[in-house]
């Protein structure tokens, strides 16, 4: 997806990031698993990949 860094993190003091990088493929597995616990994430991806193709 070209994905790159623009910035650095600007996090409230209770906010935490972890920042992973996934192939489509596993993105769609954690999706189907469960691996995702906001649906604004899954929604995100969705948008994303339908924007790339």
Same mark, same amino acid.
């Given at each position: ?17 972890? @920042? ?9 597995e ?9 649906? @604004? ?13």
């Amino acid at each position: 997806m070209n994905c790159r860094r623009f910035s650095e993190q600007e996090l409230d003091e209770t906010e935490f990031l972890n @920042v992973e990088k996934h192939t489509a493929d596993e993105i769609e597995e954690l999706i189907r698993n469960g691996g995702f616990q906001q649906s @604004v994430h899954i929604m995100a991806w969705l948008l994303a990949d339908r924007k790339g193709k």
